[in-house]
T-cell receptor, first 110, second 118 residues
Framework: GQQVMQIPQYQHVQEGEDFTTYCNSS?????IQWYKQRPGGHPVFLIQ?????EVKKQKRLTFQFGEAKKNSSLHITATQTTDVGTYFC??????????FGPGTRLSVLP | GAVVSQHPSWVICKSGTSVKIECRSL??????MFWYRQFPKQSLMLMAT?????????EQGVEKDKFLINHASLTLSTLTVTSAHPEDSSFYIC??????????????FGQGTRLTVV
């Protein structure tokens, strides 16, 4: 079935440092979505990327979709403790469901 | 955004008993809902796709007789874990999309149910 890889698995940063997580697929994607899950919480939608080479920003978060539409990245500038959580990229699987990447767990040390 | 309500948020049950989890779309209709399971420090794994008015579609390796899914209306899907065992202890999450929208729209997730079988 559809699969997506995500790296790194874990990332520990000092507050104020930057953070990036990468998502890679072996197939061309129609779109990709990013979700954030706080510890003990449920996934919350962050953004969807559709166009080749697309870059979207949300305050300190920058999302990018690769030119070949096979990879994507999420970059956080100057992390804060509120950024703690697991970041998942998701792609459309067969049918209507979402396939979740393994996630990147971010820890921010104050 | 749209709201999906999941109940209960946590439950502890004895081994061999059954547990029902409800997933409701509060302010929109959902012909399709999805049930995921998440083990600690792991990603969400799709268990089944719940279709209103028809049988659920189960992912490979998920026992349909153990995880009963009912989607009787456009706003409610239920997952029943039958004859639960400790290895069924997990975080179960449902999600839904807005009815009639394109498939590339965001998914709205319930709060999740943490099941502990003792």
């Amino acid at each position: 079935g559809q699969q997506v890889m995500q790296i790194p698995q874990y990332q520990h940063v000092q507050e104020g440092e930057d953070f990036t997580t990468y998502c890679n697929s072996s197939t061309t994607l129609s779109n990709i979505q990013w979700y954030k899950q706080r510890p003990g919480g449920h996934p919350v939608f962050l953004i969807q990327l559709v166009k080749s080479g697309e870059v979207k920003k949300q305050k300190r978060l920058t999302f990018q979709f690769g030119e070949a539409k096979k990879n994507s990245s999420l970059h956080i500038t100057a992390t804060q403790t509120t950024d703690v959580g697991t970041y998942f990229c998701t792609i459309r699987g067969y049918g209507q469901n979402f396939v979740f990447g393994p996630g990147t767990r971010l820890s921010v040390l104050p | 955004g749209a709201v999906v309500s999941q109940h209960p948020s946590w439950v502890i049950c004895k081994s061999g008993t059954s547990v029902k989890i409800e997933c409701r779309s509060l302010d929109f209709q959902a012909t399709t809902m999805f049930w995921y399971r998440q083990f600690p420090k792991q990603s969400l794994m799709l268990m089944a796709t719940s279709n209103e008015g028809s049988k659920a579609t189960y992912e490979q390796g998920v026992e349909k007789d153990k995880f009963l899914i009912n989607h009787a209306s456009l706003t409610l899907s239920t997952l029943t874990v039958t004859s639960a065992h400790p290895e069924d202890s997990s975080f179960y999450i449902c999600s839904a999309r807005l009815y009639g929208t394109a498939m590339n729209t965001e998914a709205f997730f319930g709060q999740g149910t943490r099941l502990t079988v003792v």
